[in-house]
């Protein structure tokens, strides 16, 4: 994909999460191609929304490329949380183990060790909110929905 691509794509998913609304499909021509096309796009939606990132959804694909989905701090819920039912009319509901850092763990040449990097994080419990800016997550090619933030709407942490 180009970057003109990439950038209609952006923006067809940006709009549709800013109108809590949903887009039939990406049109012929924008569907990534591949889970680094598909976060080239994310990371464009991502920049028209001027969110800030709270936290991130992280998956690896079948074929092992680590991918993820950006959480907005304004979708982060404290428990117990109400929405509304029209901001997520798919409903979709999932149990995590998610990780807080306690600390920061800055850039550096060497990777960081295994104890450093448990000894940085906390782990609690989380429901992912899961919704689509597609009107049908089920017919949505699985790239589509990487660049749609991983169809991602918020987190509950419990």
Request: proline fraction near 7%.
């Amino acid at each position: 994909m180009n970057s003109e691509e990439v950038g209609r794509a952006a923006s067809l998913l940006a709009d549709a999460d800013r109108a809590h609304g949903h887009i039939a499909a990406l049109p012929d021509g924008l569907h990534p191609g591949s889970p680094g096309e598909a976060m080239t796009i994310q990371a464009h939606v991502v920049a028209l929304s001027g969110e800030t990132v709270a936290g991130w959804k992280v998956a690896t694909t079948p074929d092992g490329v680590s991918t993820w989905g950006a959480i907005y701090g304004r979708d982060v819920l404290a428990s117990p949380a109400k929405l509304e039912a029209g901001r997520m009319p798919m409903r979709g509901v999932e149990g995590e183990v998610a990780f807080r850092f306690v600390h920061d763990l800055p850039a550096r040449p060497a990777a960081y060790s295994r104890q450093e990097i448990e000894a940085a994080l906390t782990a609690f419990p989380a429901i992912e909110i899961v919704d689509s800016r597609f009107e049908s997550y089920a017919e949505t090619p699985a790239p589509d929905r990487l660049a749609d933030r991983m169809s991602k709407v918020g987190c509950c942490c419990c």
